[in-house]
C-alpha cells in the first residue's frame, strides 16, 4: 500500500520559551498517531512508524512522528530543556494541528514524553502507549548510566539479539559522528544523568486516558520494575511483556508490537468505520521472485494482525525452504492447483488440489513440488507474525544478498521459527 510522506518544520509557540521549531514527519491519512523516539533518534522509530501507516488495523492512519528539537542537527532553544517541557510543546503541537482522537506511542524517553502527555489529561489524546518508557526514580531498579557505556555495552543492555544491531563507531561517516554526539548531548539535557523525575511516579495517579505499557522481556537499560510501576500508577492502564525483544520492541519485533497496540486500541477506543479489502489478481505485494513466489494478499492491515494470507507459485520441481518449527503462530496450506508434497519430520504426504493442511505451533514441516507443473498454494498465517519474514527476504534479495539455508535460517529466529 503506497503511503504519502511529507515533512515539514512547524513554529509552535509555548508560554515562556516563545517559538520552538519542530521537524515533524507525516505519514498517510486518517486516524492519528503521535510517535516520540528515544535517545537512538527518529530512526529508531522511522521504520515503526511506516509500519503504523500501513497497517493501521481496521482503518487508515496518519502517523507523525516529530525531531525532538537539538535532536538530528535541529536548533533547541535553551529554555526547552526538560521532558515536561517537550511534554507541552507536543500538546501545543497537536492544538496547532487541530488534531483530536490522537494515540501517543513513545520508546524510551519518548515514553517519558508520552507518560507526561498523559497527565496534562489533553482532551485530544485518546490513548496512550509507554514502550519501556524511562522517566521513574527507582532506587532498588536504576536504569542503565547510559552515558558511561561503550556502544557495545549500549547494545548488550538494549537488544535480545545484540549482534544484529551492533554499530561500529569508527566506521561511520564524520557526518553521522556528530549527529550521535549531538543526539547525546540533547539527551543529556532533557533527562540528566539518571533519566528520571522523582517527581513523576507520584503525578501518574491524575492519568484519565487510557495506557497501555509494553515491555521487552530483555530490556536491561530499563529494568521491567519501571513497566510494572508504571501499570501500577496509572488508574486502569494495561501491561504487556514482549517476547523476543529489549528495549526497543519497535525495532526487534515490530509485527508483535503492532499486534498488541492494535488489540489494545480496538478495545479501548473508538476504531472507527471498517474497510473491506479487495485484493485483485495483478495486487498485492510480491516479495519473492520465481522459482518461488510469494504474494501477499493481505498483510494483517485489514484484520487488526490476526491473520495474514500469501498466495505461494511454486516452479515445477522445486524445493522449498529448509524444514522449520514456529512457535507463535498457526500456518494454512490449501492448495489451489497442482501438486504438493508436505514433509512433517520424517514423513511425507502428497496433496493434490482441494486440500487443506493445517500446521500448529511446534510442528516441524516444509514444502516442495515434485511434479511437472507449477504449483498454487493459499498461505494462512494466524496471526499476521510470519509476513515480516517475507518482506525481509525480499529487503535482502533487492540488496543482492544470496540466500543460503544458513540466511533464511537467521532470518526465521527473528520471528519465533527456528529450522528443524
Known amino acids: 500500500m503506497s503511503v504519502t510522506v511529507t515533512t515539514t518544520t512547524y513554529d509552535i509557540p509555548v508560554d515562556e520559551i516563545g517559538p520552538v521549531p519542530v521537524t515533524v514527519t507525516s505519514r498517510g491519512e486518517g486516524r492519528p498517531y503521535l510517535v516520540l523516539h528515544g535517545g537512538a533518534g527518529m530512526q529508531s522509530v522511522d521504520r515503526f512508524a511506516a509500519l503504523l501507516a500501513g497497517s493501521p488495523g481496521t482503518q487508515q492512519a496518519r502517523v507523525l512522528t516529530p525531531l525532538h528539537p537539538g535532536f538530528g542537527g535541529t536548533p533547541r532553544p535553551d529554555g526547552l530543556a526538560t521532558i515536561a517541557e517537550l511534554a507541552r510543546l507536543y500538546a501545543r503541537l497537536l492544538e496547532e494541528l487541530d488534531l483530536t482522537g490522537v494515540t501517543v506511542i513513545g520508546n524510551s524517553i519518548g515514553g517519558w514524553i508520552a507518560a507526561e502527555i498523559a497527565v496534562l489529561n489533553s482532551q485530544r489524546v485518546a490513548a496512550v502507549v509507554l514502550v519501556d ?152 505485494d510480491t516479495l519473492l521472485p520465481p522459482p518461488t513466489r510469494m504474494r501477499i494478499l493481505e498483510d494483517g492491515s485489514n484484520t487488526g494482525h490476526r491473520l495474514g494470507v500469501g498466495e505461494i507459485t511454486v516452479a515445477a520441481h522445486t524445493e522449498g525452504p529448509p524444514q522449520h518449527r514456529h512457535a507463535r503462530h498457526d500456518e494454512g496450506f490449501y492448495v489451489v492447483s497442482g501438486t504438493a508434497r508436505f514433509t512433517v519430520g520424517e514423513e511425507s504426504y502428497d496433496a493434490t488440489a482441494g486440500t487443506l493442511v493445517m500446521v500448529p505451533p511446534g510442528a516441524p514441516h516444509t514444502f516442495a513440488n515434485p511434479a511437472d507443473e507449477p504449483l498454487v498454494l493459499l498461505n494462512t498465517f494466524t496471526p499476521d507474525l510470519y509476513v515480516q519474514y517475507f518482506r525481509d527476504l525480499h529487503d535482502m534479495i533487492t540488496a543482492g544478498q544470496p540466500l543460503s539455508p544458513r540466511v533464511i535460517g537467521e532470518v526465521m529466529t527473528r520471528y519465533a521459527t527456528t529450522p528443524a
Open 133 to 284: 518508557a524511562a522517566g521513574l526514580q527507582l532506587d532498588a531498579h536504576p536504569v542503565a548510566d547510559f552515558f558511561s557505556l561503550s556502544m557495545d555495552q549500549v547494545a548488550d543492555l538494549s537488544y535480545f539479539r545484540p549482534d544484529d544491531f551492533r554499530i561500529d563507531v569508527d566506521q561511520l561517516p564524520d557526518a553521522q559522528k556528530a549527529a550521535m554526539a549531538a543526539n547525546r548531548k540533547a539527551l543529556q539535557v532533557y533527562g540528566g544523568s539518571r533519566m528520571a523525575d522523582p517527581t513523576l511516579l507520584g503525578r501518574l495517579s491524575a492519568v484519565t486516558a487510557p495506557v497501555l505499557v509494553v515491555w521487552g522481556i530483555a530490556d536491561r537499560i530499563v529494568p521491567g520494575e519501571h513497566g510494572l510501576a508504571y501499570a501500577r500508577a496509572i488508574p486502569g492502564a494495561e501491561f504487556a511483556l514482549v517476547p523476543g525483544a529489549g528495549h526497543l520492541p519497535q525495532l526487534e519485533t515490530p509485527a508483535a508490537l503492532l499486534r498488541i497496540v492494535g488489540s489494545f486500541l480496538l478495545a479501548h477506543t473508538d476504531p472507527g468505520p471498517a474497510r473491506v479489502s479487495v485484493v485483485g489478481p495483478g495486487d498485492g
